[in-house]
């Protein structure tokens, strides 16, 4: 679905900011809503989604167990 949404997870990646997550967020919200920037009338609920989706997201990523790779030869 939302190809430009990387991966945030460790192996992938190390260290997540908070502009990372509400980055993914942002492009969540875009695809869903069919917005790239909504209009004055939408743009509470496009502001109030991303926040959430970001505060979930970042939730998830706090909860994950990662299990470490196997050691590379």
């Known amino acids: 679905m939302c190809r430009s949404i990387k991966t945030l997870r460790p192996p992938f990646e190390?260290?997540?900011t908070d502009e990372d997550v509400r980055a993914a967020a942002l492009?969540?919200?875009r695809k869903i809503s069919g917005f790239r920037k909504p209009s004055?009338?939408?743009e509470?609920?496009?502001d109030k989604?991303?926040?959430q989706i970001a505060v979930?997201?970042?939730r998830?990523?706090?909860a994950l167990?990662?299990?470490p790779s196997p050691a590379r030869s």
């Open 40 to 42: 004055q009338l939408n």
């Open 14 to 16: 190390e260290s997540v």
């Open 49 to 51: 989604a991303v926040k």
């Open 60 to 62: 998830l990523l706090d």
């Open 56 to 58: 979930a997201s970042q």
């Open 27 to 29: 492009q969540y919200v």
């Open 65 to 67: 167990v990662v299990n």
């Open 44 to 46: 509470k609920a496009f």
